[in-house]
């Protein structure tokens, strides 16, 4: 900056901005802030400022101007004029501080920020520093700007910067008594309306509403902001009904929260957070949460009101406030800088909470039963999409299993449980419990009293292709594991004596691979069997169940395997199927059920309705069947 020669009375100086400055400005006013409303929200952050500096001052020093004076700020509309007043009594400023204080955007790199924008094609938001220009966002609104202010240093002198904007700006003289400050807005002919009170309530309740001093609108007697932080007061002095009314007043929501996490952390970043968990994944039509993301606040100042980067996006269902010292702000404060400390402000949070719902389980498992039957697909989807937390995610799984259906057992409790000779955790996938519960392949595991996690969710078979371990315990799924002999030979033994001759046998698997022909790509026996016909297998080298059931449910063009049909010789409808004589249609309508029968138990069966028809069949086979006997 540098005086100008002009024939201006000496008591006052004008001086020119640098020509970098003044493009920058234009940057600023027309290119950065999303919403205009956000000028009020910096200048009450600045008159903010101003009185904490007063309030440090104040506790070791008395010697300063208007000593009993109260830490305010005063917002005061002129609707008639178009001018908008905001009056701080904080430290307030001399002539010489102005200068460099408002003028601090005319020698922060002015010229190397436009340089960098000119060179990159970037947008402002992703590239500019920590410039102290918030100030500058009056200029949205204001034709010309006025600041008045009176410095707290008892012989200081009060001074006049006036500016629309432009090439210049002004120094003054002024009579001003009090100490603070106050800025004058001279409002444009399309910004009338924050002249309006209501409209005035409205900002301030939104992004200034919990300002550590007190906010008085025009004539109000009593402030129009809380003040107060429900999340920087010290967890053992909020009641439970205080985090209750906080969350139903923040959201709009009628149902109490399942869960909520409030958090004061000094290392490795300052941060204060109230975390939620509402009662219901759904969001209500009148929810006041209408976005996913938390509620930003720097220093108590709002930032942004659905900010999705604090959490992990599997975590979208959490409602909350997060509020720290330590953020580093672009120049509009709309958005965060990408930095390690926001990194690092995502990593403890994440960290925090799933550490406190695993707390959680363990002390309320009743309660958490029912928060993971209405948030366990997004566990599930954490657990199958993000590498960095997919882990530390797997004790706050619950499954019912073969032997506990009707409860929700967890990987560590199933552990506790398994026999010693077990070395693997089991699981099936399946569409339903009831399906799960009846399919052939648990009745091997029945047998060795294994326990098997039973999935039905149609995100599992994602999570599986990632979960593999769990405390060094192999996961495997229980379609498709051979298990090593009882130790007990004598079921086995029994079950061989009843086993069809070598003939029978051959004769049985050549009808199966007649019948059924290029359905399938094998038919042999199997002595897993027990309760159930046949079931399923995967060719050794076909694609795993997890990947075939995801490529089922993504409705991909993808060629399925042929499966190999494994039958039990020791059940009755196979031995009177292998009775039958070739001729009989029965047999072709009961091998065909039979391998439809172990589609259907996997979800595979394309075509009910054929199936339908062979069951109709069959029963009238029975039917005149039983006739013919009596």
Partial sequence: MVESMSDTPPKTRTLSFKAETQQLLNILIHSLYTEREVFLRELISNAADALTRMHFILLTDRDVLDPEVELTITIIPEPEKRILRIIDTGVGMTADEMIKNLGTIAHSGARAFIQTLKESNANPNDIIGQFGVGFYSAFMVAERVEVISRSYKPQASSARWISTGHETFSIEPCEKINRGTEVILYLKEDAVEFTQEMRLRQIIKKHSEYIPYPIYLGEDKEPINRQSALWRQSPQQVKREDYEAFYKQFTLDFHSPLFHLHLIIDAPVQVYALLYIPASPERGPLSARNEEGLKLYARKVLIQEFNRDLLPSFFRFVDGVVDSEDLPLNVSRESVQATRILA???????NKLIEALKNWAKEKPDQYAIFWQRFGRFIREGIASDEEYGQLLAPLLRFPTLFKPDQWLALEDYILTMPARQKKIYYLLSDSLSSALNSPHLEIYRRHRYDVLLMTDPLDPFMMLRLKKYQNFELANAASEELPPLDTPSEEQDRDLSLLSEEEQNRLIARFKSILAEKVADVR????????????????????????????????DFSFPKPILEINPHHP??????????EDPLLRLGIEQIFESALLLEGLLANPGEMVKRTEEILLYALRSKSAQE
């Avoid at 690092?344 to 994440?350: A, D």
């Fill in 573 to 582: 409808l196979i031995r009177n199927l292998s009775t039958l004589p070739d």
């Fill in 525 to 556: 026996l199997t002595q897993r069997l027990s309760e159930s016909p046949a079931r399923l297998a995967l060719p050794q080298d076909s694609p795993s169940q997890e990947i075939q059931r995801v490529y089922r449910l993504l409705q991909s």
């Fill in 344 to 350: 690092q402000l995502k990593r403890v949070l994440t």
